[in-house]
């Protein structure tokens, strides 16, 4: 039995996998400064959209003040190629969502895909479409923190949280 032709088959097979697989992804754990950023690109989204009324009674209001909503929102831990990863929060009125943001050289947030227009065949899609398993696992696994979401703003948040829209749709 001739061992060369199926030896060299194998080899051919391994370099070809390993060709198509392409690089590896690169990962790094999420840093404070991209969660906070993440948030901040989430508020202003909510306010440039004028969809912040929407959040009344969805997430915890504060006795100090009834015109806020604290809601969560989970991290997934690792950045990938220091660019990307994926965050679950509530964006209402459409309801929960797992969407893929990007972080720019600058370390400015640019949140993926347009609201109301996810679907379950993109890379950002209502959670209702997920493994109710699944998601309890992300949640539990992922990094929890919380974002506020004023229901009556001042025209100065407002008008703040336009600005940084404007600029990210501007360099994006």
């Known amino acids: 039995m001739n061992i060369r032709a199926p030896l060299a088959s194998l080899v051919l097979l391994c370099v070809a996998t390993t060709l198509l697989a ?3 992804q ?3 754990a999420i840093r404070e400064a991209d969660i906070n950023a993440v948030i901040e690109a989430i508020q202003d989204e909510i306010y440039d959209l004028k969809v912040e009324k929407d959040f009344f009674s969805v997430g915890t209001t504060p ?3 009834r015109d806020q909503e604290v809601l969560n929102v989970y991290f997934q831990p690792e950045v990938i190629d220091n660019s990307r990863s ?3 929060y509530k964006l209402m009125p459409g309801g929960e969502v797992i969407r893929m943001y990007e972080i720019g050289r600058s370390g400015r947030i640019y949140l993926h895909g347009k609201p109301g227009e996810f679907n379950i065949t993109g890379p950002d899609y209502p959670t209702v ?3 109710d398993d699944k998601l309890c696992k992300l949640k539990h696994d992922w990094i929890k923190r919380y974002f506020v979401v ?3 703003p001042s025209a100065e948040l407002v008008a703040a949280a336009r600005a940084r829209q404007r600029n990210r749709k501007q360099v994006h």
Request: glycine content about 6%; aromatic content about 12%; hydrophobic content about 30%.
């Open 86 to 88: 994926w965050v679950i």
């Open 129 to 131: 479409f997920m493994d």
């Open 26 to 28: 690169q990962k790094r």
């Open 22 to 24: 392409g690089r590896p």
């Open 150 to 152: 004023d229901t009556n």
């Open 63 to 65: 006795r100090e003040n």
